[in-house]
């Protein structure tokens, strides 16, 4: 497993990449998974479900399974956020992973820049940003930067950039 990040502001256009990407990757015979972060509090469970009822009455983990897909949440009840090593280790294998947000994160990432935003670019100030997509020219980037649009280019730069899983478990202090 290889393991790369998009990175950038809220807004950027990080989700609508990916939705552009994932098919592309797929069409070149990659299998992909992805890791989102969240900011804030979210919920993927619905009131009035079994599984809420469990998962509010105190089950630490709820495993809901159909034949279509199973999916598994664990409350955390006061204990720390897991790390991104922690939440890798969770995946099934697959080709690439592709982690969107976790900018703060020591592992490859391509940062996503549109203009429009009004924020400044993160690349200036991290090394682990191998590539840069935007709607934007950054001739002193350092590093390749290509238009946001160009999903065939992104896809090229994040398997020839993307990390081994294990060096980034590495980091954090975990193993395979």
Do not use: C, Y
């Not at 099934?92 to 969107?100: A, K, M, Q, R």
């Amino acid at each position: 497993m290889r393991v790369i990040g998009l990175a950038g502001w809220s807004g950027a256009g990080k989700t609508t990449l990916l939705t552009r990407l994932i098919p592309e990757l797929a069409r070149r015979g990659v299998s992909v998974s992805t890791l989102k972060h969240a900011h804030h509090a979210f919920d993927l469970d619905t009131p009035g479900k079994d599984s809420h009822a469990h998962r509010e009455a105190g089950a630490r983990e709820v495993l809901i399974s159909s034949e279509r897909r199973w999916a598994l949440m664990r409350e955390l009840r006061g204990e720390p956020e897991a790390s991104l090593p922690e939440l890798l280790a969770h995946l099934s294998p697959v080709d690439l992973v592709i982690i969107e947000g976790f900018k703060r994160e020591p592992h490859a990432k391509i940062e996503i820049h549109r203009a429009v935003n009004g924020k400044p670019p993160l690349h200036p100030g991290d090394e682990t940003i191998v590539a840069v997509a935007s709607d934007s020219a950054f001739p002193e980037a350092g590093r390749p930067v290509v238009g946001i649009d160009d999903i065939a280019a992104i896809a090229d730069i994040m398997l020839a950039r993307a990390e081994p899983l294990v060096a980034v478990l590495a980091r954090g202090g975990l193993q395979e």
